[in-house]
């Protein structure tokens, strides 16, 4: 997965139990990090179907949005991260995965910051995210369905 990211433009910020925050446009700017996630995603499908087939489900979630990001920490343990609603909604976009089983989710934030839309695009309606008052537009991406 990590070669994926940063094929892509990005880097994994963190790993988490059995998932992964990757991150693009932080901390240097990415004018097309929205399509540098997808292009990630796609690439992480490509690869853990050509290793693993139908034997590993996996799911993406895919947000974008304005985030605090910096070094935290004190007492000798210092780490670069990010803070922020953002964050939150692409793990809580991901966590949908299991509910919709879709490969890949992406919200209509993340939508908007595209440049155009990708092909087989299904929305997967509103729904309302752990934390959040109101409900989140989702679209699963079907050409990532086999992964």
């Not at 932080?26 to 997808?38: I, Q, W």
């Not at 343990?77 to 991901?94: C, M, W």
Request: hydrophobic letters at 45%; charged letters at 15%; one cysteine or more.
């Amino acid at each position: 997965m990590v070669p994926a990211v940063l094929d892509a433009g990005g880097h994994v910020n963190k790993f988490l139990g059995d998932g992964a925050l990757a991150i693009f446009g932080a901390p240097n700017d990415l004018s097309d990090h929205a399509e540098a996630a997808l292009r990630a995603a796609a690439l992480i499908c490509r690869l853990i179907d050509e290793r693993f087939g139908a034997a590993l489900r996996i799911g993406i979630g895919i947000n974008t949005g304005v985030v605090i990001a910096g070094t935290v920490g004190g007492g000798g343990k210092l780490e670069f991260t990010l803070i922020g609603d953002t964050v939150n909604v692409a793990s809580r976009v991901e966590q949908l995965t299991k509910a919709t089983g879709d490969t890949v989710l992406l919200n209509q934030q993340c939508l908007d910051a595209l440049a155009s839309p990708p092909p087989a695009l299904t929305d997967r309606g509103l729904h309302v995210l752990k934390g959040k008052t109101a409900p989140v537009q989702v679209f699963g991406l079907s050409q990532y369905s086999s992964c």
